[in-house]
Nanobody
Framework: QVQLVEYGGGLVQAGGSLRLSCTAS????????MGWYRQAPGKERELVAI???????TYGDSVKGRFTASRGNAKNTVYLQMNSLKPEDTAVYYC???????????WGQGTQVTVSS
């Protein structure tokens, strides 16, 4: 099993910035990708950014050029730097870890990001 704990989030004005972090514990050696998804009220959960441990990073179309995902030196931590935030970025942001052999997905508890106009 893998446990994920997120930090960050909160309320920010449009055009502002926030940084999220997520730390994995447990069977972290089985993970081959970590990243972020988000879910706004009444909408499906969508990809924000995923970092493959092969070095690749995939971003959702709506955040390209504004958000940057990265891994920490400890490798079991990922960050999401969110710049030029828009009201439509308001959502619960979930940390995600993907397990290579079992194809399991693990999720954090979610952290609320609210962008006011």
């Amino acid at each position: 099993q893998v446990q994920l704990v997120e930090y960050g989030g909160g309320l920010v004005q449009a055009g502002g910035s926030l940084r999220l972090s997520c730390t994995a514990s447990g069977n972290i050696f089985s993970i081959n990708a970590m990243g972020w998804y988000r879910q706004a009220p009444g909408k499906e959960r969508e990809l924000v950014a995923i970092i493959g441990f092969d070095g690749s990073t995939t971003y959702g179309d709506s955040v390209k050029g504004r958000f940057t995902a990265s891994r920490g030196n400890a490798k079991n931590t990922v960050y999401l730097q969110m710049n030029s935030l828009k009201p439509e970025d308001t959502a619960v942001y979930y940390c995600n870890a993907k397990q290579a052999l079992t194809m399991n997905n693990f999720w954090g508890q979610g952290t609320q990001v609210t962008v006011s106009s």
